[in-house]
């Protein structure tokens, strides 16, 4: 192995929607010995007697919200989460002592059931379900909203494997009502204003259109060799009508995927139903993409959308919801948490061009 091929790509990377957040891809870094997150166990079994989540089981799981269909034979259904990190119960005082500060708690979290069969993975769900998995997330996160002004955001997300936070083997997800703004969201729907005052133009949109007709080569101005060939495609995973799953310039994680709409919309609660069902068969690809090349791995995905509040009223045309996928295949070290800055051992370019090359079933 010569020197260049042992060094790799090592480089810093800006993430253009948040410039403060930054990651090290150090491809050599790969060549290490080091421990990987495992694959998650998977129980493939359709139906497990003991498990509260399971068809049949509804009188072990704490109080129903809301089932679709709205029959014996339910196929999603949202119930109370019975350790919630937030709820509604409580109306405490905010507290502010010297530097030490704590608002009320208040907020809600609830557990959705993804599918009746216990042992299912997302990219086996078919499309249909899949939309209509993605319509009750909306449905939901409009709901809580509505419920109370005091909330400021509804996050959707989703746990798979231990390492990944999942307690529960049977596919779920989880929704999170909270009286604040996460910090990242701010930050990303901040800096994004900042590009559109700049440029008139959402950096999401740009990133697509970048993605879509971008294509360069970089040279060496010493030496005249090529440093990096930028070509059209080269980070696009997969495609729809409506919907494009990109594969981050700067991606934290090694397999990380964004799926965005293709036309600028601000607000998952705007996305109609020909949009969730083009999102869910550019979900079921992509989940089975990954799937193909690192099967087994836990991961997170979560909704990124617009937050409520009169100091987010003006993001309509600056904001741009995604979905993004977060596989865990690497166990961050001491370096990363002391530094916040993520290492990627695996270059965003060879990872996207893997997933595009991965064979998938022909019904896909």
């Known amino acids: 192995m010569d020197d260049k091929s042992r060094q790799g790509v090592r480089e810093i990377r800006i993430n253009p929607i948040v410039p403060t957040e930054s990651v090290l891809i150090a491809t050599a870094r790969s060549m290490r010995p080091r421990q990987s997150e495992e694959p998650a166990p998977r129980d493939t079994r359709k139906h497990v007697p003991t498990c509260p989540f399971c068809r049949g089981n509804e009188d072990k799981t704490p109080p129903e919200i809301l089932r679709r269909p709205e029959s014996d034979e339910w196929e999603i259904r949202i119930v109370e989460n019975l350790y919630p990190v937030l709820g509604d119960d409580r109306n405490q005082s905010n507290l502010v002592f010297g530097l030490q500060q704590a608002i009320e708690g ?67 997800s989880q929704i999170i009502a909270l009286p604040v703004v996460p910090q990242n969201l701010q930050d990303e729907v901040s800096n994004s204003r900042n590009y559109f005052e700049k440029h008139h133009h959402c950096i999401f949109c740009t990133l697509i259109d970048e993605a879509l007709t971008f294509e360069t080569t970089i040279y060496d101005r010493t030496s005249g060799e090529v440093v990096r060939r ?119 370019e060879e990872a996207a061009e893997q997933l595009r090359n991965a064979e998938l079933p022909d019904d896909l």
């Open 106 to 172: 208040y907020g809600r979290h609830e557990v959705i059931v993804d599918h009746y069969q216990h042992g299912i993975a997302v990219h086996e769900m078919s499309v249909e379900h899949l939309q209509n998995l993605f319509g009750v997330y909306q449905l939901r996160m409009g709901q809580l909203y509505a419920s109370d002004e005091r909330l400021r955001y509804v996050l959707v997300f989703k746990n798979f494997g231990p390492a990944a936070g999942a307690s529960m083997a049977h596919t779920h």
């Open 230 to 348: 930028i070509n059209v495609g080269q980070y696009v995973v997969e495609r729809g009508e409506r919907f494009i799953a990109i594969k981050p310039f700067a991606s934290r994680y090694e397999w990380e995927v964004h799926i965005l709409p293709l036309h600028h919309q601000s607000d998952y609660l705007d996305a109609s139903e020909e949009d969730l069902a083009d999102l869910a068969r550019v979900m079921k690809r992509t989940m089975a993409r990954l799937d193909a090349v690192i099967g087994g791995a836990q991961y997170n995905y979560f909704l990124h959308s617009r937050p409520r509040g009169k100091d987010w009223e003006d993001c309509h045309q600056s904001y741009h919801w995604h979905l993004e996928i977060c596989p865990r295949t690497s166990i961050p070290t001491g370096f990363e948490l002391g530094s916040g800055l993520f290492v990627n051992t695996i270059s965003p």
